[in-house]
Every structure is written in C-alpha cells, then in structure tokens.
C-alpha cells in the first residue's frame, strides 16, 4: 500500500480518544532524601546512592514507583532494606505534554505494594554525567558536572525523585517538602555547599567529605561546588565566587542589618537563624529558601538593587507555621511588602515609590486578567492553586494595612501575631484577628471582609491613584 494512501485511511479514521492503558500508579511524597555522590570533574559524572523515603498519600495502594533522573544518569540497583534487589525498567522517555524534556525514568516494581500511609525507603545506586536542559527552553538549567561549577538539583533530575513524565501528572503530585542529609565528596581544591546545617568537613585522600542536614523541611535540596570563598557570621554561611569578595561583604552585612532590623520590628526569633547563601553564576537562576538555602546569581553581589530577594525570604524567619492547608499564602504577601521596608530602611530605595510601583504592577495585571482577579477570593488562592497572585496581592493589601495603621501599630501587631503563635502555627484567621484587635477605630473588620473573603478590593485598587487614595477607601477618610 503507498504511504500516501495510509496517510489518507489515517486521516479518515475518527479521532482517537486516550490512549487506553490503565491510570499510572500514584505518586508516592517524599519525605526524605539522603544522597551521597562523589564527584568526578575529569569524567563529568557523579556516582553514589540516594536514599528516597517515601509515603503513600492516595488510598489506593502502590505496585510499581516511577523514578525520574535526568537522561544522561541511570540506576544500577534498587533495595529496600537489605532485601534483594528490585526489578528495574529503565529508558530514556521523552514528556508526554513536553516532548523536548527528555529524562531516564526507572520503574521499580515492588516485592509488596506499598499500603496507604505506609512508608518506605529506596535505597537507589546510580550515577552517570548530567546534561542542560536549556534545549528545553528553560534556559537557566545549564548544568552539568565541571569544576568551573557544579549545581546538583532537581531542576535538572541530578538525584532520583518518583514522578511520571507528565508535566500535568507533577503538577497534580504532592508538593516536595522534605528533610535531608547530603553526604557529599569532591576534589578538595573545592568547596561544596548546600542548605541546611554543614555538619562536618574530613579529607578522604584527595578529596573531601562534606555532610550537610537540613533544618526542618525544606522544599528543595540543592548542592552547589566550585572555588568559593566562604564567610560564617552568626550562623548564616556565605558561599561567594572569590572575584566577587567586595559584593559579599555587602551581601553579608546586609543580612546581618536586615535580621537585626526585623528583630526590632517583630521580636526575637526563638532560635538564632542558620542557612547558607550560595552564589552561582548569572543566568542560573535564583532561588530561595531558608531550609534549602539561598542561591543567587552574581548580579545580587554586583547589584544593590537585586538585595531585596535575600530580604524577601529573611523575612520569613518571622513566619509561624501555616496551619492552613492548602494556605493562601499570606506571608509571600508579607514578604512582598516587607522586602520593600527593608530596602528603604537598608538601601535608601524609597519605600512609597516601591509601593506605588506595587499598585501600579497590580492594577495592569488586574486590567489583564479581570476574571482571575474579580472572581477568587484572597482567602481561596490555595484551594484554587493560584498562589502566584498572592505575592502581589498580599503585598498590596499588607502596605494598604501599613499604610491604615502606620508603623507603630502595624509591627505590634505582626509582632503579637508572630509571638504568640510562633510555638504553635498559625492561621490566616489568627493573623485577621491580632491585626483587627489592633485597630481602635474598627475599620479593619471590613478590610480584611474586603480583601480576603470577597473581591471587594479589587474596584477599589482600579480607581486608586496613590496608597493613601487606596486606604482612604477603608479609613473612611475622603479620597485625596
Ligand atoms: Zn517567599
């Protein structure tokens, strides 16, 4: 038959629903990992094992668990325990809804299913070189294993994490959020950070062994080497690139500046803060996180301007626990505005041009994407998993509060809220009410009416032309 007649049946045929294989198995969560590689900058590979615990959180029970590791590692044995090895299926796979994302998927099926709540730990060997993943778009993913620098990190499947590849399936899958031990060896002529506590540092020939641990949960583990300089002060560990040493002593001066100042602000933390800040190249993309440390590229230690991140997530060492789940995200709000505070007080950057830059940013995207905004309610950003919206929203709606209630009454207020609950967690309830006790003229029940439980605020932040204007609308005072 010719190929053009197959071409035609083909196109004749009715359109074919889903492929009918039975529903994959569920993704199990992570709760902890614990890696231990070494690193080989002569071959560009790393080698070792990642211990994976493992929950089962659906109600039905688990068979069979995908891994996912990037395309050029590949697994040499999985065990449970000291039980035999597991049956392992491994290929190279491309995303089904993102075919240029092509990763090493291993399939272990398991000696016994893994019940609902029942846990488990993989103890998976593998090893193998690490490609970018910048043919994907995602430009910032350029790592691979090479002594100018090395990152180890999920973004580009460093260690084996369980997940299909299926950019819907993650998505939909149980957030990362877990503890871990990074067992690290490297050429000693560098150095290896990561996040967490550094719990030891012993020479193993040639090389070195470095052991770090998080502290609490963490949403992500990552692994940084190169020839840094490092600075420890107070319990923060600054990793910097040895050209950029001016830059660092900015950057470690103003975290010490920038705790200090919040302790004034909101009180004492209950223990002194600990993480690590690690400078990686530009274009390697920022991230930040307390628990899983701080990574910045070279312009934050070249550019002032660029500090606010480091003070965005500094302010959340004064976050109690979020007991709603799923939480809208209040403290990304707060962090947003705060962050903006801190570069006035640190920076000189003036904080009301910041604010109504704020507005201004809120109001395009409002006029962008009407539905979104006039439909879901603040409170409801985390059911509805729309949490991007909070950073801008909570950070207007926390410098319109300031803006109501000034300095003086905005941080007792926050500082009651953070003392009282920092034992125990906290609720977006919790924060209504500390605030709302703070408030002798009663006006911030309505407020918080308007921005949390309806979408109120949103007529009023589209006719303001300025934050006073915008608070005006709940302080009864008349519009200036
Ligand atoms: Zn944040």
């Not at 395309?71 to 075919?99: E, K």
């Amino acid at each position: 038959m010719p190929t053009s007649l197959l071409l035609l049946l083909a196109c004749s045929l009715p359109p074919q629903g889903p492929p009918s294989t039975p529903p994959p198995s569920p993704i199990p969560r992570v709760v902890d990992v614990g890696l231990e590689l070494s690193v080989d900058f002569e071959r560009h590979r790393i080698s070792g094992s990642a211990a994976v615990t493992l929950v089962n959180t659906a109600d039905t029970s688990i068979s069979e668990i995908s891994l996912l590791l990037n395309r050029l590692l590949s697994v040499t044995t999985v065990r449970v325990g000291g039980d035999a090895p597991l049956a392992v299926q491994q290929a190279v796979v491309a995303f089904g809804d993102f075919a240029k994302l092509r990763v090493a998927q291993a399939v272990i099926t398991l000696a016994t299913p893994l019940q609902p709540a029942e846990s488990l730990t993989l103890h998976v060997v593998y090893g193998g070189a690490i490609a970018p993943y910048t043919e994907t778009g995602m430009l910032y993913i350029q790592d691979h294993v090479d002594p100018e620098f090395t990152i180890l990190r999920r973004d580009a499947y460093a260690f084996p994490l369980p997940g299909i590849p299926m950019i819907a399936a993650l998505r939909a899958a149980p957030q990362y959020d877990f503890t871990y031990r990074a067992t690290i060896t490297a050429p000693s002529t560098h150095t290896v950070a990561s996040g967490g506590q550094l719990v030891s540092r012993s020479p193993a020939g040639a090389m070195t062994r470095w052991v770090f641990t998080s502290v609490g949960s963490a949403p992500y583990l990552v692994v940084t080497i190169a020839r840094y300089r490092m600075e420890d002060r107070n319990g923060v560990r600054l990793y910097y690139f040895p050209l950029d040493s001016l830059g660092a002593a900015r950057v470690a001066a103003r975290t010490q500046q920038a705790l200090t100042t919040l302790e004034r602000w909101f009180g004492r933390l209950p223990t002194p803060p600990q993480f690590a800040l690690m400078e990686i190249p530009d274009g390697w993309g920022s991230q930040a996180s307390l628990t899983g440390g701080i990574i910045q590229t070279e312009a934050t230690f070249r550019d002032p301007d660029r500090l606010t991140e480091l003070y965005h997530e500094l302010t959340h060492l004064w976050n109690p626990v979020d007991l709603d789940t799923p939480s809208a995200r209040w403290n990304e709000g707060l962090a947003t505005f705060l962050m903006y505070r801190l570069a006035d007080t640190l920076d000189g950057r003036e904080l009301g041009a910041e604010v109504h830059r704020l507005l201004a940013r809120l109001q395009d995207h409002i006029s962008a994407n009407p539905t979104t905004y006039s439909t879901v309610p603040f409170r409801e950003y985390g059911i509805t998993r729309k949490t991007d919206l909070s950073y801008r929203v909570g950070g207007l709606m926390f410098a319109t509060l300031y803006q109501l209630l000034g300095s003086a009454r905005f941080d007792r207020a926050y500082r009651t809220l953070f003392q009282t609950y920092v034992a125990s967690g906290v609720t977006l309830a919790n924060l209504r009410r500390t605030f709302t006790d703070q408030d002798a003229e009663g006006h911030l029940s309505q407020f918080f009416s308007d921005w949390l439980d309806t979408t109120q605020w949103v007529g009023a932040v589209r006719e303001a032309d300025s934050i006073r204007n915008l608070a005006g609308h709940w302080s009864g005072a008349a519009p200036q």
